[in-house]
C-alpha cells in the first residue's frame, strides 16, 4: 500500500549574508539570503519526505512561505504513488488551479510557490527510487519526458512532435556521457570574486584563487558607476591574465540606452557575456542591446515562465539562456525551457548561488548533458561558495566542476541544525542579531 503525504512543513530559513555583502549587486545592495523551505512527510515507516525550497534575498519569504501554504490542500492527503506516478499531472494541478493562476498567472509569487512543491516531489520521487534526480531524468523515456512538459502556449515555436525528435535524437550516447560525467564532473564558473560591496583588494585575490582553484570563468557584478567597473575590470582582468573568461552581471540596472553606452565602454577587456541588462520581462530591450554593442546577452534567472523564454528566444534576443531551479514552477517548466533552448540552439548556463541553487541547478544541466543538447560545449554552471554547509549532500567542486552528484534525491535537504538555528524570527542567529541591534541603538 502506499504510503500517504501526511503534512506540507514551511519554514522560513534567512542567513544575514548583508553583514560580509556577500551577495551585493547594483540592484540588491544588502541580501540577507533565505529561504522558504518545504518538507513534504509522509507516513512512511521510514521517514520518507521529500524537500524543496523557494530562495529570496529577505523579506519576501513572509510572503512565499504564505502562498506555499495555500498548496496544502492539493497535497496533503494524497498517496505518494499518486504523485509520483503522475509527476506532470501534479505539476499541472498546482499550476492550473484558476483562483490561484490569476495572481500571475503562471508567475511570480504564486508561481514560484507551485515550484517549491514540485521540486519537492521530484525530490520524493528520486529518494523513493534511489536515484538522483538527474539520473533519474536522464532514465526516462523521450515520451516519459515530454508528458512532463505543458505545451500550452509554447507550440508556434516547439511542438510535442518537435520536442519528442530532439530527446529521441539524444537518445544514442546517453549512458556514454552519463559515464563521463561521473569522471569528470560539469563545468562551472565562480561568482565568489566580484560582489560590488567587495574591495578591489579582495577582488583582485579572489580572482587568482579562483584561476588558481581550477575555474576557466569568474564573474564580477556592473552597473554602479562606470568609472568603478572600468577600475574593476581592469583589475580582474590583469589578475587572472588574457585566457580567463570574465562575464559581467547588471542585474537590470540599466535602460537600452545605457547598457549599449556601458558595455561599448567595457568590451576592451573582453566581458564574456553580459547578463541580465534590463528588465527580465522586456524581450524587444535584449533584442535591441544585444544588436546595439558586442558583447553576448545572457538572462533568465528572474524570467518568469517558460513563454518569455521562448519569446527571448524567437526573438533572437539572448546568446546564453540562465535557467533558475527556483524560479519558474519547479523541474517540469525547466524541462520545457530546456527543450527550447535545445531547439534554437542557445546554449544554457544556469543561474545559481543563492540558498540551494547550486545544489538543484547541477541536476537539470547534468541531465541536460545527457539526455537533451548532447553538450556540455559553451555551458557552465554558476558556482558560489556560500551557505553549501547547510545541506546534507551540498555541492562537491573538482578543479572548477560540479561533481555529478550519486545522493538519492534533489540534494535539497537542509541539516536539522541550521534548520534550528536560522529560523526566522525567533532561531538563535536571529534572536542574538536583534539583541546586538538594540544594544547599538
Known amino acids: 500500500m502506499s504510503p500517504t503525504i501526511t503534512e506540507v512543513d514551511v519554514y522560513d530559513i534567512r542567513f544575514p549574508t548583508s553583514e560580509q555583502l556577500d551577495g551585493s549587486d547594483a540592484m540588491n545592495p544588502d541580501p540577507d539570503y533565505s529561504a522558504a523551505y518545504v518538507m513534504l512527510r509522509t507516513d512512511s515507516p521510514g521517514g520518507l519526505a521529500g524537500y524543496g525550497l523557494c ?28 504523485v509520483t506516478g503522475d509527476l506532470g499531472g501534479f505539476y499541472r494541478l498546482l499550476t492550473h488551479d484558476s483562483q490561484l493562476r490569476w495572481l500571475g498567472p503562471e508567475k511570480g509569487v504564486m508561481h514560484m510557490a507551485a515550484g517549491a512543491v514540485v521540486n519537492a516531489a521530484w525530490d520524493l520521487t528520486a529518494r523513493r527510487a534511489g536515484l538522483p534526480v538527474w539520473e533519474l531524468l536522464a532514465g526516462m523515456s523521450p515520451e516519459q519526458l515530454v508528458d512532463m ?84 575590470m581592469r583589475l580582474a582582468r590583469d589578475a587572472v591574465g588574457p585566457d580567463i573568461r570574465i562575464a559581467v552581471d547588471a542585474n537590470q540596472r540599466w535602460d537600452v540606452s545605457d547598457a549599449v553606452d556601458w558595455m ?124 553549501h554547509e547547510h545541506f546534507t549532500d551540498p555541492v562537491v567542486m573538482d578543479h572548477g566542476r560540479y561533481r555529478a552528484p550519486a545522493a538519492p534525491g534533489f540534494s535539497a535537504r537542509m541539516v536539522p541544525e541550521s534548520l534550528a538555528d536560522y529560523r526566522y524570527p525567533d532561531g538563535p542567529v536571529w534572536q542574538a542579531r536583534q539583541a546586538r541591534q538594540e544594544l547599538t541603538r
Open 149 to 232: 512538459v505543458d505545451f500550452r502556449y509554447l507550440s508556434d515555436a516547439m511542438t510535442r512532435d518537435e520536442a519528442l525528435e530532439i530527446l529521441r535524437r539524444a537518445e544514442p550516447g546517453r549512458a556514454e556521457r552519463a559515464a563521463e560525467l561521473r569522471r569528470r564532473g560539469y563545468p562551472a564558473y565562480t561568482t565568489e570574486p566580484g560582489w560590488i560591496g567587495y574591495s578591489d583588494d579582495k577582488l583582485t585575490r579572489l580572482s587568482k584563487e579562483a584561476v588558481a582553484a581550477g575555474f576557466q570563468q569568474i564573474k564580477l557584478k556592473v552597473g554602479g558607476d562606470l568609472d568603478d567597473d572600468l577600475r574593476r
Open 55 to 82: 530562495f529570496t534575498i529577505g523579506r519576501g519569504n513572509d510572503v512565499v512561505a504564505a502562498a506555499i501554504r495555500t498548496l496544502r490542500p492539493y497535497v496533503v492527503g494524497r498517496s505518494v504513488d499518486s
Open 264 to 387: 561599448r565602454a567595457l568590451a576592451p577587456f573582453d566581458p564574456y557575456w553580459i547578463e541580465e541588462p534590463t528588465s527580465p520581462d522586456d524581450v524587444l530591450a535584449h533584442a535591441a542591446i544585444r544588436a546595439g554593442q558586442p558583447v553576448p546577452v545572457a538572462t533568465g534567472e528572474h524570467v518568469a515562465n517558460r513563454v518569455v523564454f521562448k519569446q527571448l528566444l524567437q526573438a533572437g534576443a539572448v546568446d546564453f539562456v540562465q535557467i533558475d531551479a527556483a524560479r519558474v514552477a519547479g523541474v517540469n517548466e525547466n524541462i520545457a525551457i530546456l527543450l527550447l533552448a535545445a531547439k534554437f540552439g542557445v546554449p544554457v548556463c544556469p543561474h545559481a548561488g543563492g540558498v540551494g541553487l547550486c545544489e538543484l541547478v547541477q541536476h537539470l544541466s547534468m541531465f541536460d548533458y545527457v539526455a537533451v543538447s548532447g553538450t556540455w560545449d559553451n555551458r557552465v554552471i554558476e558556482y558560489v561558495p556560500h551557505l
